[in-house]
């Protein structure tokens, strides 16, 4: 990441916060709640070159996690924009430090750094996968499949992923809903399917025998069973369960990643930029599984064409030796903000070529679905 020390400085004006409104193709259902339309903040830094884009993850409630787009916005205009110089020369590396004194809002304060970086990398012509340090130009692309009302619509929409060539199924699973779905989907489709679960916090420590019946069915990994607080119930869990446990809610931070790993309740990572404040830290993430042998994978979190860009970039980082939830546009939205959304090819999908994010706004389509735009300091 030595190039981004390097770039030449920006100049900020000042920041636009836009809210979108925009329906997904079909409702997605996890073990915390099940969304039928994202309401999106989108940050824009405001510069004297280029302007840059950045996604918040934060979702319309604050089930996930503790953060959601209201609470996102308004500590970004109120308590973190505040601390960055508008009208001198500032560098997207120093964000994340000018940020750290407000606690936690790590989505909020990561969508702010994405639009500094993104403005920056574009005033000097780099890509973020140049420098983030990635190593791919594309990278294969797993889908995640939400729990379903019956177990025959499961079987219709994983065939029809597969049909479309995604080369690994996520099933979300949630107590009454674990041993017989990934069962029936092993069975249908074959034991070379390469296979993961995700339980987004659903289970408990007493859980580990039940947990360890999924052994069978040859998991790719085990996702955040416990809740995210509990690092040393997952180290209880991983000594039941044959399947490598993976943790993503718990990791929100490099710190933290060290402290699950040298604690024994992990032997994957999910890493998503916004859980951990940002990409530059998402990239710290990164190397410090790598240092300690732990392969990671690239996390989704329903983002639009802009975030979905961003976490290509980080995806093609070498230690992504795991098939990441980088499925393409099509999988959630009718119609992208971006002007070329991200595709499906041979299982794959391609990082944009260009600077920055490297995608283009669809302005006209942006507008058609923006609810709210609110730029600070007022001009
Ligand atoms: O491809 O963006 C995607 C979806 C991947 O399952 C996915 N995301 O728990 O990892 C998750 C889940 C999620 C979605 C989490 C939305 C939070 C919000």
Redesign the pocket.
Known sequence: MSRLADLSPIVLRGFEFRRVALPLVSP?R?S?GT?TARDILLVRALTDGPDGWGEC?A?NDP???NEYVDAAQHVSINHLITRLPIGTPIHAVDVARLLEPVKDHRMAKGAIEAAVLDAQLRANGVSLAAALGAVHDRVPS?????IMDTIDDLVSVVGGYLDDGYVRI?L?IEPGWDLEPVGVIRRTFGDAIPLQV?A?TAYTRDDGPHLARLDQFGLLLI??PLPEDDVTGHALIAQQVATPICL??SIVSARAAIDAIERGACRII?I?AGRVGGYLEAAAVHDVCRERGVPVWC?????TGIG?AM?LALAALPNFTIT????ASE??WRRDIVTEPVRLHDGHVTLPGGSGSGVSIDHDFLESVTTSRVVVPQG
């Open positions: 997605f996890t915390f969304e993850v979702g089930l996930y996690s797993g889908v995640s499949v939400g996520k979300k995700d987004n996702e955040q993503d809610e999910n998503k996390g989704g979190m329903l983002e979905r976490n990441g939830d980088v499925s999988r959630f």
